[in-house]
């Protein structure tokens, strides 16, 4: 039971929709409004209005254009918010073949306000749509090429793009049973999103959780035990002592001890993982999970 980052998440990586260079588009209102119903949640809607806008662009401007190219980029989130994850590929490598030309062709003059080809989200959401789809292969290609765009790309970017892919790959590694490697990645992940967000934020809970899922998949019980009771400790200071996470922390502690043949400690943290839930209403899988290992115990 491992918690998922905000911006790039285990299970489910981040999708990102593009609003901030939209000041030159053709259609501007209708993607400003297409935004806005995003991120309001209204996702299907969100998705006609861009289809308006793209049909206005691509009469307007062709079919090879920055701006047609943003929308297709925009659309492709959408589906994969949406879970339609043939539809997002699609699009999504429609509008990195869009940006790839535009990047190779110096003679073409970008749209007013725009200094470069940005690539980053596309790359990242075509990472997360064949991660999704258990292409893990093709994933981790996609994901390793937003490192390079953001650490040597000619536009530098944010330690949390970093951070943030690192984790990624990180994942990525861990579905391989690339152990190895994946602490290699999730280690430089922590230390900046350390750097980025403080050293007591919930985000840096969430990457010790999955570095200490790591060792406990090798057997690593000492360095599994520390990185969940650091992660709880954090959980408790950024959220908490009731929060949710607290809970799943403490089902990870109760997990090592289990596996460490101690039995009354694991049964402690399970315990204290299941009133924490109780105390916040939750009756979901992850509290059958925590009563599932507090029978396995008692037998």
Known sequence: MTKQLSQASMGSPMNVLGGSETSFYVANSIVESAIQKYESGEREQALKSLATALKTQRL??????????????????VYLSLGWLDDAQQVLEECINIKSRIRADPT??????????????????????CFLKGDYYNAMSYYQDCLKEVTTGDIAGTTEQIADTLYNIGHVHVVLDEFEDALIALNESLQLTKDTYGHEDARVAEVLEKIGAVHLEQSQFDDALTAFVEALRVSKVSLGSTHEDSAISLYNVGLVYERKHETRRAMESYRAALEIFKINGIENESVERVRERMMHLKI
């Open 108 to 129: 073409n003059v970008l749209p007013k306000g725009c200094s470069h080809v940005p690539m980053f989200d596309t790359l990242n959401n075509l990472g997360s749509t």
């Open 60 to 77: 307007t401007l062709g079919d090879n254009d920055l701006v047609v190219a943003h929308t297709l980029g925009n659309i492709g989130a």
